[in-house]
């Protein structure tokens, strides 16, 4: 756990990826980090360096030697205005692995210590740098792995959440230091907030949270990849298309029927999205146990997918019987029930290589209320029509990323269970007002609405919130 009395220290970390390469970024951030960076420099004095200029020296350990210990370039970021709001200085040595080790020995015999994960952010959160928001914006870029998910993050970590939060939190304040007057003036009788200005206010802050809530379930697909799963029966090829995509003999593949006993999850970058494809169990009625299970979580692995790839075997499908009706014949029964799963469906006719020539498969269809949006022809062992199958899947993710650069997306689960937790002290206040509640009962839902939006920007701090964030970053950062 880290101590925030910690924070007047000087630290050090590597803040490039760990082994070797040409340059190496090691940065010391705090109080002393212009001296002891100096006390260890050959070249031109960095306590008179101007902010944010960069000098080419040597650093050298003087206590055991006068021999450089590598030629170098620091740069000098004095506070406020650097990332963490103090006085910061970025060593880049060469990427040799002992250097780097030896620069770091040589920083904490002078009077450095080690960062602790995330500590740079979090002295940037702690001196008003950034709000908690941003800081989490900042972990997901660094995670970003897809030009769409890193659209996202860039505009967390630039403020788009925490300005929005911040005019809605300030309007539920302005009410409430109203009602707190009233409260004040309770033998007055007097009433200095409009019940009905308030419950307008109240219901749209109440649907813009709502929107932003609901917005976590697309965001977090982009941010962790959108779940697609490859179904069917055994041996319609899917643990042969998974490794197709992936390039890669990722998955088992044989003739023998039930082969793929368990989900197989990989991940593939396609145009501006991540796509997590999951290998599912054939489904089909079985004795076997371990198939059972296997089967069981093909079924949950449905029911959390965007988009479902049905492979069908196309030498079992008579030439131009393609319809509706052969298709459900194919679709497990989660997606034929009113259950609630409606992942897209793209219909993936495989093994066309041993079809006849002149045969006819491919045709159009009703959907007949279950989303089919396409019926794409591949072979899945020669790599025909996986170029159009992965057009198809952007095409979808398209549509259902309907953001822009300006729309606000939730990505992270504390700030989704934060805005829901926002929601239900929020309806309460909402059903009062229609219901003439008292006024230091609307105060009470207003003051827990401020608390828990104030809980994602981190205007109102917790330890606790902070460590658990933190403490999922690298060292470095």
Request: include cysteine; glycine fraction near 6%.
């Amino acid at each position: 756990m880290m101590d925030l009395y910690l924070a007047e220290d000087t630290i050090c970390a590597i803040s490039t990826p760990g082994g070797t390469g040409g340059i190496a970024v090691i940065r010391v951030s705090g109080p002393e980090a212009v001296s002891i960076v100096d006390s260890l420099w050959k070249g031109a004095p960095l306590s008179s360096a101007k902010s944010h200029t960069a000098h080419l020296g040597e650093i050298i350990d003087k206590e055991r030697s006068d021999k450089p210990l590598d030629q170098c370039v620091a740069t000098v970021f004095r506070g406020p205005n650097s990332y963490t709001g103090e006085d910061i200085v970025e060593i880049s040595v060469h990427g040799s692995r002992w250097i780097q080790r030896e620069t770091i020995a040589l920083l904490m015999r002078s009077g450095c210590r080690m960062a602790q994960p995330g500590e740079y952010t979090r002295r940037a959160v702690m001196n008003g740098r950034m709000d908690l928001s941003q800081a989490e914006g900042v972990a997901d870029v660094i995670a970003s792995s897809s030009r769409a998910a890193h659209r996202i993050a860039m505009s967390q970590m630039k403020g788009s959440i925490s300005k929005k939060l911040s005019t809605l939190r300030e309007q539920l304040i302005q009410l409430s230091a109203l009602l707190e007057l009233e409260l004040d003036f309770s033998e007055e009788d007097v009433e200095f907030a409009d019940r009905n200005r308030l419950l307008q206010i109240a219901t749209d802050i109440h649907n813009e949270l709502q929107r932003l809530h609901n917005s976590f379930q697309g965001g977090n697909a982009i941010k962790e990849g959108i779940p697609v799963a490859i179904i069917g029966a055994t041996n319609a090829g899917k643990s042969s298309l998974l490794n197709t995509l992936l390039d890669d003999e990722r998955a088992i593949v044989s003739d023998i029927h039930g082969t793929t006993r368990d989900t197989i999850e990989e991940t593939l970058e396609i145009g501006d999205y991540l796509f997590r494809f999951i290998d599912t169990a054939g489904l089909r009625d079985t004795s076997d146990p371990i198939e059972q299970i296997g089967i069981s979580r093909s079924r949950k692995a449905i029911s959390r997918s965007v988009i479902a790839l049905l492979l069908i075997d196309a030498t079992t499908v008579p030439d131009d019987s393609l319809d509706m009706t052969a298709i459900r014949n194919y679709l497990p029964e989660e997606l034929l029930s009113d259950t609630g799963i409606s992942p897209s469906i793209i219909v993936v006719l495989n093994k066309v290589d041993l079809l006849d020539p002149s045969s006819k498969t491919k045709q159009a269809i009703n959907t007949d209320k279950i989303s089919i949006e396409d019926v794409i022809s591949i072979s899945a062992k020669h790599g025909t029509g996986i170029s159009c199958l992965k057009h198809a899947l952007t095409k979808i993710a398209k549509n259902k990323d309907t953001t822009d650069q300006n729309d606000i997306i939730i990505t992270n689960l504390r700030q989704a269970e934060a805005l829901g937790q926002a929601i239900e002290s929020i309806r309460p206040l909402i059903n009062g007002l229609n219901n003439g509640l008292e006024s230091f009962l609307i105060a009470e839902h207003l003051r827990e609405t401020i608390s828990h939006l104030s809980t994602i920007t981190g205007t109102i701090p917790s330890t606790e919130i902070l460590n658990t964030i933190f403490s999922q970053f690298c060292i470095g950062k």
